[in-house]
């Protein structure tokens, strides 16, 4: 039997390479089948570890831990993309790895996935290799201002990236990227940004989730709703590349591909993740089989699942920001308190929003990701809306939000 048809079933244990939010949902999405999961990553005490069967801690260039934890799975997937290659193949070379090192290797470095698109006749915005400053002065002379300059690897949620206005930026630009290999890429003016989460079983099935549309406020995504209302044309467009993508990546398991929606109804390639997806999060109340239990059911040699919408949702993300406004408006409220002399009604706990309008509401869903500690910018948890249209889940979770940040 073909490697990727063999069946992984119950009570089997599944490996995840990284111990963030993504493992920590899919863990949920096995506990229902009853599969055991180990992770590894550097950190103790890990979102995915809470929840794990096992939490291997390890650096993950120490190939030997990798390899006495590759043992004692049964398969391999990764829940972050930044993952060495090289730990990726060691776990490869034991056991089944999903979806596979060639998708990470792509994903790894912005060149070689911008590459990758070009070669499968895929549309981006125009792009050119940058080592250096001279190589940067050129780029902008063949491709123009306002262009994007972005480190080749290690960038994400806005980092690693620097819009450049006018040529005479390039030297100051250079330096503040650190003068490391980059990729310049063309402006877009864009009308929207989409993605499409799709998975490919081991027969080369594939079911995806039709497109979501994104909103981003500081380069991080902050609200995704689905479906997008996009025509007929433009999913189309979206289904055939994303089919590109998986194939020719040889996928098991799944991919996200997010895309620039243009004026005239074209689409670009901006970037894939060969994992589940932020914007993919509100599959788990909207979708029969969410995104989380598709990765399971792909890996372990099952069918792709019913990706069928139970009706409109919006997701709205949940960011580190928010801990912070309590703590400050918890000394505020303490300050006021002391020059009135009135004693608190009730304690204050500064970790933590007040959950209570959030909970009490019908029609909302709080998923908190179990991280030890908050910073601005740091995806915590996330809200989830189901509702009669896109638009009425979205104005529900973002006036959820709304309410958390100014505590009425």
């Not at 398969?75 to 090289?86: C, D, G, K, Q, S």
């Not at 243009?262 to 901006?270: E, K, M």
């Not at 995806?379 to 529900?396: F, P, Q, Y």
Request: charge should be negative; proline fraction near 6%; charged fraction near 20%.
């Amino acid at each position: 039997m073909n490697e990727q048809l063999q069946l992984i079933l119950p009570p089997a244990t599944i490996g995840i390479l990284g111990s963030g939010q993504l493992g920590r949902m899919l863990a949920l999405a096995a506990r229902p089948y009853s599969y055991n999961i180990h992770v590894f990553s550097p950190e103790a005490n890990s979102p995915a570890g809470q929840v794990a069967d096992r939490e291997f801690v390890a650096a993950y260039d120490d190939l030997d831990a990798v390899r006495d934890f590759a043992r004692g799975v049964d398969v391999v997937t990764y829940e972050f993309e930044n993952v060495p290659l090289a730990t990726a193949e060691t776990c490869a070379a034991i056991v089944p790895l999903r979806p596979g090192a060639q998708a990470l290797r792509v994903a790894q470095n912005r060149l070689v996935e911008k590459r990758f698109f070009a070669d499968n006749g895929l549309p981006t915005a125009p792009f050119t290799a940058v080592h250096s400053l001279a190589d940067l002065q050129a780029g902008l002379t063949e491709i123009g201002c306002p262009a994007v300059l972005k480190t080749a690897v290690s960038g994400y949620d806005g980092k690693g990236q620097v819009k450049i206005n006018h040529p005479d930026e390039a030297a100051a630009v250079w330096q503040e990227v650190g003068e490391v290999d980059c990729i310049l890429e063309g402006w877009v003016d864009f009308e929207r940004e989409v993605s499409m989460v799709a998975a490919r079983d081991g027969n080369g099935r594939i079911a995806h989730y039709n497109l979501i549309e994104n909103s981003h406020a500081n380069h991080i995504l902050d609200v995704s709703v689905a479906p997008a209302d996009v025509p007929p044309q433009v999913l189309a467009q979206a289904e055939a590349m994303v089919q590109t993508v998986l194939t020719a990546l040889d996928v098991v398991g799944v991919l996200c591909v997010e895309f620039f929606l243009c004026s005239d109804g074209q689409l670009l390639l901006n970037e894939i993740a060969p994992r589940p997806h932020n914007s993919g999060h509100l599959t788990i109340e909207a979708c029969v089989t969410s995104q989380f239990e598709q990765q399971l059911r792909t890996i372990c040699g099952l069918p792709v699942g019913d990706t069928s919408y139970l009706c409109p949702a919006a997701m709205a993300n949940l960011l580190g920001d928010l801990w912070d406004f309590q703590r400050k408006g918890a000394k505020k409220q303490r300050s006021k308190e002391v020059e009135k002399s009135v004693p608190s009604v009730k304690s204050v706990d500064e970790s933590s929003p007040d959950w209570t309008a959030v909970l009490t509401h019908p029609h909302l869903k709080l998923h908190l990701y179990g991280k030890k500690s908050a910073r601005p910018g740091r995806k915590m948890g996330h809200l989830t809306a189901l509702a009669e249209s896109v638009r009425e889940a979205e104005k529900i979770v973002r006036g959820a939000r709304r309410r958390l940040e100014t505590g009425d």
